[in-house]
């Protein structure tokens, strides 16, 4: 009988075997599917090498880079283009540069003279009291409308892929929030934390990155590493509490016991597996939403493009009316995403704010998007190359009045002692967030 059960081997629940073997437990982790990784997934076709969900990673948590030392992966490391520090921001049908940092909003054409005096105001902004907001309504109030609009929006469509209307400052946001609540004011919160990163620099030896055969190598190394503790085509059909130990029965009939059950599906996958256990469960986990997203890829020949695309890409604000939320650079940002004098493009599209895009095949979506790319990147002729790649439900939105579903989680671990649940649903939806908090689980456990 395994001490811990882990249910859900996407990279939360990877990470937190591997972590819990480490420290000497006894894991047992089930993954319904055939594949270890979850939403992470590197394919090689015709010489183009294609992220179909998370593209890169940032050195940016101490847990990263102490996971990547454990596995021995620092030789597997590619790090992006110094190129890969350029990112735009369409406006008016124009690329326009980004600021490498928030603070240097006052330089850019993004936004006008008249929003750049506005956001300047943003320290003399009070505070408000109230627990939560939108982001829209957060980033208007402290720095403007033209700001909410062309930098939170398209930021928020870069990472969440969710509506600005729609989601939690408090949760979306943590650092944000916390710098009006206990500083009174963005700027100066981060200020404060730019000097403190400066007397107190972090673990984080880099930017963007990747592995030499992609992403995919992150998994397929926790996967090897935890060999025979982890089995696929292991579907649990329902969770129930016998005296002080848990009875997992799976789908084939069989039952496995354990001490401790650490639940990392995706929330809505969480609530079949509980309903004979926690009885609320479904209707809490159900109010979690993801966004649904197409990632279509493109493949050219440099000689189509009157110049070649270069930097980390661009994102698209919804008031520009555009049918994807952004155009990644995959083979400017790492050499070998393409074959020899060719230059694949990753486009992304749906979201909470398009999800209906999101369902369409990838020949009427090129037909939609390659209009506009043709345009902005000065592309003739049609792609040589195209991939589809589509995910119903992808990243979960940290909507407005999340607050009552993560203190509903809370209770539920509280009322079953030993149970966990563990996801990008919870504490953030980055590869490096899902690390960090799986470390941390696994930490606090044993």
Not at 265 to 278: N, S
Not at 314 to 330: A, N, T, Y
Not at 421 to 433: E, N, Q, T
Request: aromatic letters at 6%; one cysteine or more; hydrophobic letters at 40%.
């Amino acid at each position: 009988m395994p001490h811990t059960v882990i249910i859900g081997a996407g990279i939360s629940g990877l990470t937190c075997a591997y972590q819990l073997m480490q420290l000497g437990d006894d894991v047992l982790l089930l993954e319904a599917s055939n594949r270890a990784g979850g939403v992470i997934g590197t394919e090689r076709l015709y010489g183009y090498l294609l992220e179909t969900g998370p593209n890169t990673l940032r050195g940016s948590t101490a847990e990263l880079e102490d996971l990547l030392d454990s596995l021995r992966m620092n030789d597997r490391i590619v790090e992006a283009s110094a190129a890969s520090n350029t990112r735009s921001i369409l406006r008016d049908n124009v690329l326009r540069s980004l600021p490498r940092n928030p603070l240097e909003i006052f330089s850019t054409s993004i936004i006008s003279a008249k929003a750049k005096l506005r956001a300047v105001r943003e320290p003399f902004v009070a505070a408000m009291s109230q627990e939560d907001e939108t982001i829209d309504s957060f980033f208007t109030r402290r720095f403007g409308s033209e700001v909410a609009q062309y930098l939170a929006d398209p930021f928020v469509s870069g990472v969440y892929a969710g509506d600005k209307d729609m989601l939690s400052i408090r949760h979306t946001f943590p650092s944000l929030w916390k710098h009006e609540h206990e500083r009174g004011s963005v700027i100066k919160g981060m200020l404060r934390g730019r000097k403190k990163r400066t007397t107190s620099p972090s673990r984080s030896r880099r930017g963007i990155y990747s592995f030499k055969r992609g992403l995919a190598e992150l998994p397929q190394r926790l996967e090897k590493d935890l060999g025979a503790r982890i089995a696929c085509g292991a579907l649990v059909s329902s969770i129930t509490r016998m005296n002080d130990r848990y009875e997992i029965t799976l789908t084939a009939g069989s039952q496995i016991l354990a001490d401790r059950v650490i639940l990392a599906t995706p929330a809505y996958a969480c609530a079949p597996m509980l309903k004979g256990l926690a009885t609320n469960v479904r209707d809490l986990l159900a109010q979690v939403r993801y966004a649904p997203i197409a990632t279509l890829h493109l493949g050219f020949a440099n000689s189509q493009f009157s110049k070649l695309p270069q930097g980390f890409g661009f994102l698209v604000p919804s008031r520009e009316k555009k049918q994807f939320l952004g155009c990644i650079f995959s083979s400017s940002m790492f050499a070998d995403r393409a074959p020899a004098g060719h230059t694949l493009l990753t486009v992304m599209i749906g979201g909470s704010t398009q999800p209906e895009l999101a369902r369409l095949d990838a020949e009427e979506l090129s037909e939609r998007v390659l209009p506009d790319l043709r345009r902005l990147l000065s592309i003739t002729g049609e792609p040589l190359f195209t991939h589809l790649h589509s995910w119903n439900r992808a990243i979960p939105q940290y909507e407005i009045g999340y607050q009552v579903i993560i203190e509903g989680i809370n209770e539920i671990e509280q009322a079953f002692p030993g149970l966990h649940l563990l996801g990008s649903y919870r504490g953030g939806v980055s590869v490096g967030d899902c690390i960090r908090n799986a470390t941390e689980l696994a930490q606090t456990l044993v």
